[in-house]
């Protein structure tokens, strides 16, 4: 009896597996894309230029302060003018110093702590931050250090903006074709990061606001049809 039970369960696990498979190898096909070529020069730095004109970058520069939780459960204030964030993730607050990381105090409920785990803590913290943050800021990261713009012709003619970084952030050589409306406001991005293994993967840029310190930033995005919350969004000035 026992042997029949575990034969069967493990007809069972096998074929879940086989299903996971075919799923996963059916995305892949249907969805996953190349990344497409472009074309460097003039013409890319203008549009990139008229999406950052879009979301009013000039007053991105000018801001002090950002606030945003994502996903409900990472907490981010960016102190823009010390380049300091504060990021809470459960009990801890590490108040990362985005130039110099590994210097960064760690608090538990308001207590400083040190540890043999403080650098995974950190690390954990900077990971995040590079990530939730850019879902927040990315269209005014078009002229980082080590990008490279290129023009895209899309399916329907229309023209995209393919972003590379080649350095920062916790995965460089991510790329992002911008897709955008009249206005050269952003709608969404096809995304070719390391973090996916499907090429191509498209992400809503949606719920613009005017935040207080005049910088257009998006507090709703969705991928696969899933959402990704973005909350308690704000940008002001001392």
Aim: glycine share 6%; net charge positive; no cysteine.
């Amino acid at each position: 009896m026992k042997r029949k039970l575990f034969k069967l369960l493990k007809i069972l696990v096998l074929s879940i597996i086989a299903l996971i498979l075919i799923v996963f190898a059916t995305l892949y096909f249907s969805i996953n894309e190349k990344l497409p070529e472009g074309v460097a020069g003039l013409e890319a730095d203008n549009f990139a230029l008229s999406i950052q004109k879009a979301v009013h970058h000039d007053n991105y520069l000018n801001t002090d302060y950002i606030q945003w939780t994502f996903r409900n459960k990472n907490h981010y204030v960016w102190n823009r003018n010390t380049n300091i964030a504060a990021v809470t993730i459960d009990d801890i607050l590490v108040k990362l110093n985005l130039n110099d990381p590994y210097s960064s105090p760690i608090y538990n409920n308001g207590m400083v702590v040190t540890s043999k785990k403080d650098k995974k803590i950190i690390k954990k913290a900077l990971d995040n931050f590079n990530n939730d943050s850019f879902w927040v800021v990315a269209p005014h990261k078009l002229f980082d250090k080590g990008v490279t713009r290129k023009i895209v012709t899309l399916e329907d003619n229309s023209k995209g903006l393919l972003i590379t970084y080649s350095s920062g952030g916790t995965t460089p050589g991510d790329s992002y074709l911008w897709k955008v409306d009249e206005n050269y406001r952003p709608t969404s991005y096809q995304m070719w990061v390391s973090i996916l293994p499907i090429g191509g993967v498209e992400a809503t840029w949606e719920g613009w606001i005017t935040t207080k310190s005049g910088a257009h930033l998006s507090q709703h995005h969705k991928l696969l049809g899933f959402g990704i919350p973005i909350s308690n969004l704000r940008a002001w000035n001392e």
